[in-house]
Protein backbone atom coordinates (compact mmCIF):
# COMPACT_ATOMS: atom_id res chain seq x y z
CA UNK A 1 0.00 0.00 0.00
CA UNK A 2 1.14 3.07 -0.64
CA UNK A 3 0.57 6.76 1.53
CA UNK A 4 -2.69 9.05 0.87
CA UNK A 5 -2.03 11.37 -1.41
CA UNK A 6 -1.41 14.88 -0.41
CA UNK A 7 -2.19 17.37 -3.11
CA UNK A 8 -4.72 15.67 -5.59
CA UNK A 9 -5.77 18.85 -6.98
CA UNK A 10 -4.63 17.16 -10.59
CA UNK A 11 -6.86 13.97 -10.26
CA UNK A 12 -9.82 16.27 -8.53
CA UNK A 13 -9.56 18.25 -11.90
CA UNK A 14 -9.29 15.60 -14.08
CA UNK A 15 -12.53 14.22 -12.50
CA UNK A 16 -13.96 17.68 -12.44
CA UNK A 17 -14.40 18.06 -8.30
CA UNK A 18 -13.75 20.85 -6.91
CA UNK A 19 -10.40 22.17 -6.37
CA UNK A 20 -8.69 25.56 -4.67
CA UNK A 21 -6.70 26.32 -7.70
CA UNK A 22 -5.79 24.75 -11.12
CA UNK A 23 -3.60 22.19 -11.33
CA UNK A 24 -0.50 22.17 -13.36
CA UNK A 25 2.22 20.07 -15.12
CA UNK A 26 4.33 20.78 -18.02
CA UNK A 27 5.04 17.46 -20.62
CA UNK A 28 8.57 15.94 -20.62
CA UNK A 29 8.95 18.25 -17.50
CA UNK A 30 12.15 16.31 -17.25
CA UNK A 31 14.49 16.73 -20.08
CA UNK A 32 17.40 18.35 -21.24
CA UNK A 33 16.55 21.84 -20.36
CA UNK A 34 17.14 20.77 -16.92
CA UNK A 35 21.06 21.01 -15.78
CA UNK A 36 20.68 18.34 -13.35
CA UNK A 37 19.43 16.07 -16.26
CA UNK A 38 21.58 16.40 -17.83
CA UNK A 39 24.35 15.48 -15.16
CA UNK A 40 22.13 12.49 -14.52
CA UNK A 41 22.31 11.19 -18.58
CA UNK A 42 25.93 11.82 -18.51
CA UNK A 43 26.23 9.63 -15.39
CA UNK A 44 23.80 6.67 -16.31
CA UNK A 45 26.05 7.20 -20.06
CA UNK A 46 22.99 7.53 -22.15
CA UNK A 47 19.30 8.46 -22.41
CA UNK A 48 18.19 4.28 -22.74
CA UNK A 49 20.04 3.82 -19.56
CA UNK A 50 17.97 6.52 -17.64
CA UNK A 51 14.98 4.46 -18.87
CA UNK A 52 16.24 1.14 -18.08
CA UNK A 53 17.61 1.61 -14.30
CA UNK A 54 15.05 2.45 -11.82
CA UNK A 55 17.08 4.59 -10.01
CA UNK A 56 18.21 7.03 -12.39
CA UNK A 57 14.42 6.76 -13.94
CA UNK A 58 13.29 8.30 -10.68
CA UNK A 59 16.17 10.66 -10.29
CA UNK A 60 15.20 12.43 -13.36
CA UNK A 61 11.41 12.16 -12.52
CA UNK A 62 11.59 13.58 -9.48
CA UNK A 63 14.31 16.56 -10.79
CA UNK A 64 11.14 18.88 -11.77
CA UNK A 65 9.42 18.55 -8.97
CA UNK A 66 12.61 19.45 -6.71
CA UNK A 67 12.53 22.83 -8.48
CA UNK A 68 9.03 23.92 -9.24
CA UNK A 69 5.37 23.65 -7.21
CA UNK A 70 4.23 20.41 -9.82
CA UNK A 71 0.64 19.16 -8.98
CA UNK A 72 1.89 16.38 -10.73
CA UNK A 73 4.79 13.74 -11.44
CA UNK A 74 4.96 11.80 -14.93
CA UNK A 75 7.30 8.51 -15.21
CA UNK A 76 10.50 8.57 -16.57
CA UNK A 77 10.18 6.44 -20.05
CA UNK A 78 9.71 6.57 -23.57
CA UNK A 79 6.87 5.91 -25.87
CA UNK A 80 9.21 3.64 -27.44
CA UNK A 81 9.34 1.43 -24.94
CA UNK A 82 6.98 -0.54 -26.56
CA UNK A 83 9.07 -1.49 -29.94
CA UNK A 84 11.84 -1.83 -28.72
CA UNK A 85 10.45 -4.96 -26.63
CA UNK A 86 8.93 -6.57 -29.65
CA UNK A 87 12.31 -6.74 -30.89
CA UNK A 88 13.15 -3.09 -33.43
CA UNK A 89 16.30 -2.44 -31.33
CA UNK A 90 15.97 0.92 -30.64
CA UNK A 91 18.60 3.77 -30.55
CA UNK A 92 19.32 7.56 -30.18
CA UNK A 93 21.47 8.93 -32.28
CA UNK A 94 22.49 12.36 -31.21
CA UNK A 95 20.70 15.06 -33.16
CA UNK A 96 18.47 12.84 -35.14
CA UNK A 97 16.00 11.66 -32.41
CA UNK A 98 15.20 8.07 -32.19
CA UNK A 99 16.04 5.21 -34.43
CA UNK A 100 15.25 1.65 -35.09
CA UNK A 101 17.18 -1.33 -36.66
CA UNK A 102 14.76 -3.12 -37.66
CA UNK A 103 11.59 -1.50 -39.49
CA UNK A 104 8.27 -2.92 -40.48
CA UNK A 105 7.38 -2.76 -44.14
CA UNK A 106 5.27 -5.84 -45.27
CA UNK A 107 2.53 -8.52 -44.14
CA UNK A 108 5.69 -11.17 -42.68
CA UNK A 109 7.04 -8.07 -40.63
CA UNK A 110 3.75 -7.43 -39.17
CA UNK A 111 2.91 -11.25 -38.73
CA UNK A 112 6.47 -12.32 -36.83
CA UNK A 113 5.87 -9.41 -34.62
CA UNK A 114 4.86 -10.20 -31.05
CA UNK A 115 2.25 -8.87 -29.02
CA UNK A 116 3.80 -7.82 -25.92
CA UNK A 117 2.87 -8.19 -22.09
CA UNK A 118 3.75 -5.79 -18.96
CA UNK A 119 6.50 -8.80 -18.03
CA UNK A 120 8.17 -7.78 -21.31
CA UNK A 121 8.42 -4.42 -19.96
CA UNK A 122 9.22 -5.26 -15.87
CA UNK A 123 11.51 -2.32 -15.95
CA UNK A 124 8.87 0.33 -16.83
CA UNK A 125 6.59 -1.47 -13.87
CA UNK A 126 9.93 -1.37 -11.22
CA UNK A 127 10.36 2.46 -12.27
CA UNK A 128 6.53 3.05 -11.57
CA UNK A 129 6.71 1.58 -8.26
CA UNK A 130 9.94 2.94 -7.18
CA UNK A 131 9.27 6.31 -8.19
CA UNK A 132 5.23 5.84 -6.42
CA UNK A 133 7.39 5.05 -3.43
CA UNK A 134 9.58 8.03 -3.29
CA UNK A 135 7.20 10.56 -4.14
CA UNK A 136 5.77 9.58 -0.70
CA UNK A 137 2.09 10.83 -1.61
CA UNK A 138 3.38 14.35 -2.73
CA UNK A 139 1.78 14.46 -6.25
CA UNK A 140 -0.09 11.70 -8.20
CA UNK A 141 2.30 9.38 -10.71
CA UNK A 142 0.82 9.48 -14.29
CA UNK A 143 1.85 6.58 -16.33
CA UNK A 144 1.90 6.76 -19.96
CA UNK A 145 2.17 5.15 -23.55
CA UNK A 146 2.01 6.96 -27.35
CA UNK A 147 -0.70 5.78 -29.16
CA UNK A 148 -0.85 2.62 -31.68
CA UNK A 149 -0.91 5.11 -34.33
CA UNK A 150 1.87 7.42 -33.26
CA UNK A 151 3.93 3.88 -32.51
CA UNK A 152 3.53 2.72 -35.78
CA UNK A 153 4.88 5.71 -37.84
CA UNK A 154 8.12 5.65 -36.00
CA UNK A 155 8.17 1.19 -36.73
CA UNK A 156 7.54 2.18 -40.26
CA UNK A 157 9.61 5.10 -40.65
CA UNK A 158 12.36 3.58 -38.77
CA UNK A 159 12.67 6.46 -36.88
CA UNK A 160 11.28 10.71 -36.74
CA UNK A 161 9.82 11.83 -40.16
CA UNK A 162 8.42 14.59 -41.73
CA UNK A 163 6.12 13.24 -44.76
CA UNK A 164 5.41 9.93 -43.05
CA UNK A 165 5.41 8.02 -46.37
CA UNK A 166 6.21 4.42 -45.54
CA UNK A 167 3.39 4.76 -43.55
CA UNK A 168 0.84 6.22 -45.52
CA UNK A 169 1.86 4.18 -48.47
CA UNK A 170 0.68 1.47 -46.26
CA UNK A 171 -2.23 2.75 -45.21
CA UNK A 172 -3.70 3.51 -48.70
CA UNK A 173 -1.99 0.18 -50.10
CA UNK A 174 -2.18 -2.45 -48.26
CA UNK A 175 -5.00 -0.89 -45.29
CA UNK A 176 -5.10 -4.44 -43.99
CA UNK A 177 -1.36 -4.99 -43.15
CA UNK A 178 -1.58 -1.64 -41.28
CA UNK A 179 -4.78 -2.50 -39.55
CA UNK A 180 -3.00 -5.94 -38.60
CA UNK A 181 0.00 -3.88 -37.41
CA UNK A 182 -2.35 -1.26 -35.22
CA UNK A 183 -4.40 -4.29 -33.21
CA UNK A 184 -1.04 -5.59 -32.09
CA UNK A 185 0.23 -2.29 -30.86
CA UNK A 186 -3.09 -1.22 -29.14
CA UNK A 187 -3.11 -5.17 -27.12
CA UNK A 188 0.32 -4.26 -26.25
CA UNK A 189 -0.52 -0.93 -24.87
CA UNK A 190 -3.33 -1.72 -23.05
CA UNK A 191 -1.43 -4.41 -21.21
CA UNK A 192 1.60 -1.91 -20.60
CA UNK A 193 -0.78 0.86 -19.08
CA UNK A 194 -2.87 -1.80 -17.12
CA UNK A 195 0.75 -2.94 -15.76
CA UNK A 196 1.03 0.59 -15.24
CA UNK A 197 -1.40 1.30 -13.45
CA UNK A 198 -0.90 -1.79 -10.81
CA UNK A 199 2.29 -0.92 -10.40
CA UNK A 200 1.27 2.37 -9.40
CA UNK A 201 0.23 5.08 -11.65
CA UNK A 202 -2.73 7.02 -10.63
CA UNK A 203 -3.13 8.36 -13.91
CA UNK A 204 -2.50 7.64 -17.33
CA UNK A 205 -2.11 9.58 -20.67
CA UNK A 206 -2.19 8.47 -24.38
CA UNK A 207 -0.01 10.65 -26.65
CA UNK A 208 -0.81 10.85 -29.70
CA UNK A 209 2.07 12.82 -31.31
CA UNK A 210 0.93 12.21 -35.06
CA UNK A 211 -2.74 11.55 -35.31
CA UNK A 212 -3.03 15.31 -36.69
CA UNK A 213 -1.20 14.52 -39.96
CA UNK A 214 -3.97 12.47 -41.05
CA UNK A 215 -7.21 13.76 -42.69
CA UNK A 216 -10.60 13.15 -40.77
CA UNK A 217 -11.92 9.66 -42.11
CA UNK A 218 -8.13 8.18 -41.67
CA UNK A 219 -7.70 9.92 -38.16
CA UNK A 220 -11.00 8.00 -37.43
CA UNK A 221 -10.08 4.81 -38.85
CA UNK A 222 -5.74 4.47 -38.19
CA UNK A 223 -5.87 5.94 -34.67
CA UNK A 224 -9.36 6.41 -33.42
CA UNK A 225 -10.49 3.26 -33.69
CA UNK A 226 -7.42 1.89 -31.91
CA UNK A 227 -7.26 4.49 -28.91
CA UNK A 228 -11.18 3.86 -28.19
CA UNK A 229 -9.47 -0.84 -28.33
CA UNK A 230 -7.22 0.80 -25.52
CA UNK A 231 -10.02 2.76 -23.44
CA UNK A 232 -12.04 -0.13 -23.29
CA UNK A 233 -9.65 -2.38 -22.26
CA UNK A 234 -7.85 -0.06 -19.64
CA UNK A 235 -7.96 -0.66 -15.63
CA UNK A 236 -10.54 2.68 -14.71
CA UNK A 237 -10.63 1.87 -10.85
CA UNK A 238 -8.00 0.07 -8.85
CA UNK A 239 -7.21 -0.25 -5.46
CA UNK A 240 -11.03 2.46 -5.00
CA UNK A 241 -9.51 4.74 -6.49
CA UNK A 242 -10.15 6.05 -10.25
CA UNK A 243 -7.92 6.28 -12.43
CA UNK A 244 -8.13 9.04 -14.87
CA UNK A 245 -7.36 8.50 -18.94
CA UNK A 246 -6.06 11.86 -20.66
CA UNK A 247 -6.54 11.53 -24.37
CA UNK A 248 -3.81 13.73 -26.74
CA UNK A 249 -3.82 14.21 -30.42
CA UNK A 250 -1.60 16.90 -31.20
CA UNK A 251 -3.31 19.01 -33.85
CA UNK A 252 -6.75 17.02 -33.62
CA UNK A 253 -8.32 20.09 -32.45
CA UNK A 254 -10.97 19.53 -35.21
CA UNK A 255 -12.47 16.00 -33.58
CA UNK A 256 -12.32 16.77 -30.15
CA UNK A 257 -16.13 15.48 -30.29
CA UNK A 258 -15.49 12.49 -32.02
CA UNK A 259 -12.35 12.18 -28.92
CA UNK A 260 -14.69 12.44 -26.74
CA UNK A 261 -16.86 10.07 -27.43
CA UNK A 262 -14.48 7.30 -26.91
CA UNK A 263 -14.69 8.17 -23.50
CA UNK A 264 -11.48 9.39 -22.35
CA UNK A 265 -11.60 11.38 -18.53
CA UNK A 266 -9.65 14.52 -20.33
CA UNK A 267 -8.96 15.66 -23.56
CA UNK A 268 -5.29 17.16 -23.84
CA UNK A 269 -4.87 20.11 -26.34
CA UNK A 270 -1.89 21.96 -28.03
CA UNK A 271 -2.28 25.85 -28.50
CA UNK A 272 -3.53 25.63 -31.96
CA UNK A 273 -7.27 24.88 -30.19
CA UNK A 274 -9.16 27.62 -28.47
CA UNK A 275 -9.91 26.97 -25.00
CA UNK A 276 -13.27 28.66 -24.45
CA UNK A 277 -14.00 27.29 -27.84
CA UNK A 278 -13.05 23.89 -26.80
CA UNK A 279 -14.89 24.09 -23.77
CA UNK A 280 -18.04 25.07 -24.87
CA UNK A 281 -17.72 21.57 -27.60
CA UNK A 282 -16.92 19.03 -25.56
CA UNK A 283 -16.42 20.72 -21.35
CA UNK A 284 -19.75 18.76 -20.46
CA UNK A 285 -18.26 15.30 -20.98
CA UNK A 286 -14.67 15.45 -20.69
CA UNK A 287 -12.14 17.58 -18.95
CA UNK A 288 -9.39 19.31 -20.65
CA UNK A 289 -5.47 19.29 -20.29
CA UNK A 290 -3.24 22.81 -21.97
CA UNK A 291 -2.64 24.47 -24.06
CA UNK A 292 -0.23 27.23 -23.48
CA UNK A 293 2.39 27.64 -26.57
CA UNK A 294 5.74 26.22 -24.86
CA UNK A 295 7.58 29.31 -26.90
CA UNK A 296 5.95 31.20 -23.84
CA UNK A 297 8.81 29.58 -21.74
CA UNK A 298 10.75 31.69 -24.14
CA UNK A 299 9.63 35.55 -22.99
CA UNK A 300 10.00 37.08 -19.48
CA UNK A 301 7.96 37.03 -16.43
CA UNK A 302 5.31 39.46 -17.95
CA UNK A 303 4.35 37.68 -20.71
CA UNK A 304 4.29 34.56 -19.28
CA UNK A 305 1.76 35.48 -16.61
CA UNK A 306 -0.46 37.05 -19.21
CA UNK A 307 -0.46 33.87 -21.36
CA UNK A 308 -1.08 32.41 -18.48
CA UNK A 309 -4.25 34.34 -17.64
CA UNK A 310 -5.38 33.83 -20.99
CA UNK A 311 -5.59 30.43 -21.26
CA UNK A 312 -7.12 29.93 -17.74
CA UNK A 313 -9.78 33.06 -18.73
CA UNK A 314 -10.36 30.99 -22.16
CA UNK A 315 -11.54 27.83 -19.52
CA UNK A 316 -13.40 29.93 -17.12
CA UNK A 317 -14.97 29.50 -13.57
CA UNK A 318 -15.13 25.79 -12.42
CA UNK A 319 -13.26 22.42 -11.88
CA UNK A 320 -12.16 20.76 -15.41
CA UNK A 321 -9.13 22.46 -16.35
CA UNK A 322 -5.44 21.19 -16.12
CA UNK A 323 -3.22 23.60 -17.22
CA UNK A 324 0.21 22.38 -19.18
CA UNK A 325 1.60 23.28 -22.01
CA UNK A 326 0.69 22.29 -25.90
CA UNK A 327 3.10 19.94 -26.38
CA UNK A 328 6.80 19.39 -24.88
CA UNK A 329 9.07 21.96 -22.77
CA UNK A 330 11.97 22.72 -25.55
CA UNK A 331 15.64 22.04 -24.46
CA UNK A 332 16.86 25.67 -24.72
CA UNK A 333 14.45 26.92 -22.24
CA UNK A 334 15.85 28.37 -19.71
CA UNK A 335 15.24 26.49 -16.29
CA UNK A 336 14.27 29.88 -14.46
CA UNK A 337 11.72 30.76 -16.76
CA UNK A 338 8.88 27.68 -16.03
CA UNK A 339 8.56 28.90 -12.27
CA UNK A 340 6.92 32.02 -13.42
CA UNK A 341 4.44 29.97 -15.26
CA UNK A 342 3.04 27.79 -12.79
CA UNK A 343 3.70 30.24 -9.50
CA UNK A 344 1.55 32.64 -11.95
CA UNK A 345 -1.10 29.44 -12.53
CA UNK A 346 -1.49 28.37 -8.97
CA UNK A 347 -1.82 32.58 -7.95
CA UNK A 348 -4.29 33.59 -11.31
CA UNK A 349 -6.13 30.28 -11.28
CA UNK A 350 -7.89 30.89 -7.64
CA UNK A 351 -10.35 33.13 -8.72
CA UNK A 352 -11.96 30.60 -10.98
CA UNK A 353 -12.37 28.19 -8.00
CA UNK A 354 -14.57 29.76 -5.47
CA UNK A 355 -16.82 27.17 -4.99
CA UNK A 356 -19.66 29.38 -3.14
CA UNK A 357 -20.94 30.22 -6.54
CA UNK A 358 -22.50 27.05 -8.10
CA UNK A 359 -24.07 28.76 -10.84
CA UNK A 360 -21.13 28.69 -13.12
CA UNK A 361 -22.96 29.10 -15.90
CA UNK A 362 -23.84 32.49 -14.92
CA UNK A 363 -20.21 33.17 -13.74
CA UNK A 364 -18.96 32.22 -17.02
CA UNK A 365 -21.22 34.31 -18.91
CA UNK A 366 -23.22 31.67 -21.22
CA UNK A 367 -26.67 32.62 -20.34
CA UNK A 368 -26.66 35.94 -22.19
CA UNK A 369 -29.75 35.15 -23.84
O1 LIG B 1 7.09 14.21 -19.80
C1 LIG B 1 8.08 13.68 -19.25
O2 LIG B 1 8.88 14.32 -18.51
C2 LIG B 1 8.26 12.18 -19.37
C3 LIG B 1 9.20 11.75 -20.31
C4 LIG B 1 8.92 11.51 -21.77
C5 LIG B 1 9.98 11.34 -22.67
N1 LIG B 1 9.46 10.97 -23.87
C6 LIG B 1 11.40 11.49 -22.32
C7 LIG B 1 12.35 11.74 -23.40
C8 LIG B 1 7.72 11.31 -22.47
C9 LIG B 1 6.29 11.43 -22.00
C10 LIG B 1 8.10 10.96 -23.81
C11 LIG B 1 7.13 10.60 -24.85
C12 LIG B 1 7.56 10.58 -26.25
N2 LIG B 1 8.72 10.07 -26.79
C13 LIG B 1 6.77 10.99 -27.33
C14 LIG B 1 5.35 11.49 -27.20
C15 LIG B 1 5.29 12.81 -26.58
C16 LIG B 1 5.57 13.91 -27.50
O3 LIG B 1 6.51 14.66 -27.21
O4 LIG B 1 4.80 14.06 -28.45
C17 LIG B 1 7.49 10.79 -28.52
C18 LIG B 1 7.03 11.13 -29.92
C19 LIG B 1 8.71 10.17 -28.17
C20 LIG B 1 9.79 9.68 -29.07
C21 LIG B 1 11.03 10.41 -28.77
N3 LIG B 1 11.85 10.13 -27.71
C22 LIG B 1 11.52 11.58 -29.41
C23 LIG B 1 10.91 12.22 -30.64
C24 LIG B 1 12.66 11.98 -28.70
C25 LIG B 1 13.52 13.20 -28.92
C26 LIG B 1 14.73 12.92 -29.71
C27 LIG B 1 15.57 14.16 -29.91
O5 LIG B 1 16.78 13.98 -29.97
O6 LIG B 1 15.02 15.27 -29.97
C28 LIG B 1 12.85 11.07 -27.65
C29 LIG B 1 13.90 11.08 -26.64
C30 LIG B 1 13.50 11.58 -25.31
N4 LIG B 1 12.41 11.13 -24.63
C31 LIG B 1 14.20 12.52 -24.50
C32 LIG B 1 13.49 12.61 -23.30
C33 LIG B 1 13.86 13.42 -22.09
C34 LIG B 1 15.49 13.21 -24.85
C35 LIG B 1 16.58 12.19 -24.80
C36 LIG B 1 17.90 12.78 -24.37
O7 LIG B 1 18.12 12.88 -23.17
O8 LIG B 1 18.67 13.11 -25.26
Not at 215 to 241: T, V
Not at 333 to 359: C, F, N, S, W
Request: hydrophobic letters at 40%; charged letters at 20%; aromatic letters at 10%.
Amino acid sequence: MYPTLKNDRFIRALLKQPVDTTPVWMMRQAGRYLPEYRASRATAGDFLSLCKNNDFACEVTLQPLERYDLDAAILFSDILTIPDAMGLGLYFETGEGPKFKHTIRTKDDVEALPVTNESDLDYVMGAVSTIRHALNGRVPLIGFSGSPWTLATYMVEGGSSKDFRHIKAMMFQSPEVLHQLLDKLARSVIDYLNGQIKAGAQAVQIFDTWGGVLSGPMYQQFSLLYMKQILDGLIREHEGQKIPVILFTKNGGQWLENMAATGPDALGLDWTTDMAEARARVGDKVALQGNIDPCVLYAGQDVIEREVENVLAGFGHGSGHVFNLGHGIHQFVDPERPKYLIDAVHKLGEKYHMTQYDDLDALNGLDNE
